[in-house]
């Protein structure tokens, strides 16, 4: 056994401030954790065909933004929340986590104008923008993505956009997880002062980039093996159910008090 | 810079979604061109890269952190039209399955994140490298580039806010939407944009730019040579967009001086729900200390923004320029 290997060492490594690793992995991990939740246990329990969802919830939003009057913004917000009093908890939770901190925040941008007097704007804008998050939330959490962007098509969007959008939801997941991996190196390896700090991170998205680019030939390949010609077709017909037509009818009833309430 | 709903009037937003509608097409158009079949999937991975990119947190001095946006290092590493395709498809997700600025708005984010962004901040990097051939002509275009790509977009950004109250009032003259005229809306996105998110966005450029040239040189994008017509054309709009703001910002200091008079007999009434007080009150020095200064009209806002706006470039060309006296001798640029 040589001699050094005996000898009592007390190393404490400098303390350095890596909370930009931290954060970064910290928001990796939310985006993960909710992109993940989309591929599990989603039984679309109060089946409404993604179109109507998406092209309603469109409406919704635009209705919103041209109302002028305070009682169909409450009444909205009712058809909201009963709404998401039908979903499970824990969505109900983040759907209302993610809606009151903007609703929050834009309470405290318009508070100035408050003060200058408009009272007007700061009531209704925040309680428009908090019903309009909310519509787009519940809108993502009660359909899968991929019937989300299938939807997309029925509108007529460009092939290549969905094509694109469509890579580009899985990609995230996987691109994300490998940045992780990177993250969780740099910070296993940066022991004591880290003075690269710049370096490390543009080798991380410098890495990044080189393997997203390997990773879309790669993904060609396999596609072009699949006999994939870059046209997208929707297979299931479009089947009227019962629950889109309660849902339409619903719709229907909300924007006739929209019409109603704007004439006066 | 996300733009939530309810902020911007429809009207605002589907002039400017229109706007987006041909450069959309055009860049399906040239892509299609441009790319080959094989390399049509790197559109959706590069928007997954740009999605990430927001994700990821830059240490700035003084132990805080910034995320930068990343699209003029699209522009560089994928092409213009291929940044403005993976940009869009990017902001949509985040619109649409994250709730994150607006569905209405999504028109006007577009235009401000994929159009202005990446066009400008690649216009100026590629001007910038055909003059200057060498490596620090490049990476002048480059610092150039992001931070008066990102900071353009901003404005773009704090003009379309700050046009709502002057286009749309109810019956009472309160603003339907943004409250805030341009004098606060300018200065509001510009500063902190000129101050860190402007610095954020070219460290994270630079230094990406530069891992990549060293690691796999072959990979950024070669655009085409003469690309001086483009520059030029870009910078007709904007002297062309230019009367616009100053006639928008005239309407503005019309407006609010007529407001100062009134301000006087309704200052003292505060939150007062009568019209007058809502439509004259006006009070912002004591609620934003940080960009006012009491006693001076609110133009003195604007005025400061372009103020310190000048005086950053300034510092930062002096900065440069000293470290370069220490490293070469001379002095360039």
């Known amino acids: ?264 | 810079m996300h733009i939530p709903d309810n902020y911007l009037s429809p009207a605002t937003c589907a002039v400017i979604g229109a706007a987006m509608v041909p450069v959309w097409a055009a860049a399906v158009k040239k892509v299609k061109e441009e790319i080959p079949r094989e390399k049509m999937p790197l559109l959706g991975v590069g928007a997954s890269f740009s999605f990430l990119m927001m994700m990821f947190n830059v240490p700035l001095p003084g132990g805080t952190t910034g995320h930068a946006v990343g699209g003029t290092l699209l522009a560089i590493l994928m092409g213009p039209y291929a940044a403005c395709i993976s940009v869009t498809v990017a902001l949509l997700i985040q619109a649409l399955l994250f709730g994150d600025g607006g569905i209405l708005a999504f028109g006007a984010n577009c235009f401000n994140m994929a159009f202005i962004l990446p066009f400008l901040g690649y216009g100026i990097y590629k001007f910038m490298k055909d003059r200057v051939q060498s490596e620090r002509g490049e990476y002048t275009g480059i610092v150039l580039g992001s931070y008066f790509g990102i900071n353009i977009a901003a404005l773009a950004a704090a003009i379309e806010f700050g046009i709502q109250p002057l286009l749309f009032t109810n019956a009472a003259g309160q603003p339907l939407y943004c409250p805030y005229p341009l004098s606060v809306s300018i200065p509001a996105m510009t500063i902190p944009h000129l101050l860190v998110a402007g610095i954020v966005e070219v460290i994270f450029t630079v230094t990406i730019v530069g891992f990549i040239k060293k690691v796999s040189p072959g990979t950024i994008y070669q655009g085409a040579k003469q690309k001086t017509k483009a520059i030029y054309g870009l910078l007709l709009a904007l002297i062309c967009l230019t009367p616009l703001g100053l006639l928008a910002s005239g309407t503005a200091w019309g407006e609010w001086g007529a407001d100062e008079i009134h301000e006087v007999v309704s200052g003292s009434t505060p939150l007062g729900y009568t019209p007058e007080g809502m439509r004259h009150g006006f009070s912002f020095g004591a609620v934003m200390p940080d960009y006012s200064i009491n006693g001076l009209p609110e133009a003195a806002g604007y005025i400061l923004s372009a103020v310190a706006g000048v005086a950053i470039m300034i510092i930062l060309f002096k900065i440069i320029s000293a470290l370069k006296k220490n490293t070469s001798g001379k002095i360039t640029g």
């Open chain 1, 1 to 264: 056994m040589p001699e050094w290997l005996l000898k009592d060492e007390s190393y404490i490594p400098e303390s350095d401030k890596d909370t930009f690793i931290n954060k970064s992995i910290l928001s990796l991990l939310g985006l993960l954790a909710r992109i993940r939740t989309q591929g599990c246990d989603k039984t679309d329990k109060y089946f409404v065909h993604a179109a109507l969802k998406v092209a309603f919830t469109f409406l919704l939003i635009l209705l919103l933004s041209i109302s002028r009057n305070f009682t169909f913004i409450v009444i909205s917000m009712v058809y909201l929340l009963v709404i998401l009093s039908l979903m499970r908890g824990k969505e109900i939770l983040h759907i209302l986590k993610v809606s009151s901190a903007m609703a929050l925040f834009t309470f405290i941008v318009l508070l100035p104008s408050a003060f200058w007097g408009n009272g007007y704007s700061i009531v209704t804008i925040t309680s428009k923008v908090l019903a309009t998050i909310i519509a787009v939330n519940i809108l993502s959490h009660s359909a899968k993505w991929n019937s989300i962007t299938s939807a997309l098509k029925v509108f007529h969007v460009p092939d290549i956009f969905i094509f694109v959008l469509d890579i580009t939801i899985k990609y995230i997941a996987m691109l994300g997880e490998f940045s992780l991996y990177m993250l969780y190196a740099l910070k296993l390896r940066s022991v004591g002062k880290n003075h690269n700090k710049y370096a490390a991170l543009s080798g991380i998205a410098g890495t990044l980039f080189i393997k997203s680019k390997e990773m879309a030939e790669e993904m060609h390949a396999a596609m072009e093996c699949r006999g994939f010609t870059g046209e997208y077709s929707v297979h299931n017909r479009f089947k009227f159910t019962a629950a889109d037509f309660i849902y339409i009818l619903i719709n229907a009833g909300l924007l006739t008090i929209f019409v109603y309430l704007e004439r006066i």
